[in-house]
């Protein structure tokens, strides 16, 4: 069973449209997080959510709203897309927040290319 | 200026030699830090974990080291193998937030 999971894997629409990418972890974690991965394939945290509780929000346009129905699910929508949002988006869940040893489960990764 | 830096940025090497990939922080208050390995196309994926009081951690080939101190770690990675090719991120965990580096990419060649 795949333990983060998201879809689609690989997502092309145009500018101006609004898209969702879809995440679920079954691995029982509190804490789900988005990042995005640019051309240069640095990995930059989005947002961070803890039992459905926004905990971070790094500087991100408005126009990226994540919602998490529940804790094992944070999914992100994405409305007015721009060339510049075309990127690799990672989903990941880890257990708690504070905790030592914590660590990150990635999903396989949403490549979305905006044209 | 990014909190984890790494160097460097890229390298090449000839399977069955070694190589060590550097990793410098600034994350503070320190939790753990965390090699990861990302295949191309894949997500990362967990190596190794080390907190404050470990200098070392094995994983088979893959091996850690951490200096709390200078705020340095390096993963030494031992008779490479063309499936070592990928992106070796370093990652250091303050509280509940995780700090990335932008990754060495390694190409081992036949």
């Known amino acids: 069973d795949t333990a983060v999971s998201q879809t689609p894997k690989y997502l092309v629409t145009q500018m101006g449209n609004d898209k969702s990418i879809k995440c679920e972890q079954n691995l029982g974690h509190d804490t789900m997080y988005w990042y995005k991965q640019d051309s240069k394939k640095f990995l930059k945290i989005m947002f961070s959510?803890?039992?459905?509780?926004?905990?971070i929000n790094e500087t991100v346009p408005n126009r990226f709203s994540p919602k998490s129905p529940d804790k094992a699910h944070l999914n992100l929508h994405i409305n007015s897309l721009e060339l510049g949002d075309s990127a690799v988006y990672f989903c990941a869940s880890s257990l708690g927040r504070g905790q030592k040893n914590t660590e990150a489960f990635f999903g396989q990764g949403t490549r979305l290319t905006v044209v | 200026k990014n909190q984890v830096e790494q160097s460097p940025q890229s390298l090449i090497i000839l399977e069955g030699k070694n190589c060590t990939l550097q990793?410098?922080?600034?994350?503070?208050?320190?939790?753990?830090l965390r090699w990861y390995k990302q295949d191309t196309g894949r997500g990362p994926v967990s190596l190794t974990i080390?907190?404050?009081?470990?200098n070392t951690k094995s994983n088979g080939r893959y091996t850690a080291t951490l200096d709390a101190d200078t705020k340095q770690s390096s993963l030494h990675i031992t008779a490479s193998q063309l499936s070592d090719s990928a992106s070796y991120i370093c990652v250091v965990s303050a509280s509940y937030k995780l700090s990335f580096g932008a990754g060495t990419t390694v190409t081992v060649r036949a």
């Open positions: 080390m907190t404050f009081s470990e």
């Open positions: 990793c410098n922080y600034t994350v503070s208050p320190f939790s753990n």
């Open positions: 959510y803890n039992n459905k509780e926004l905990i």
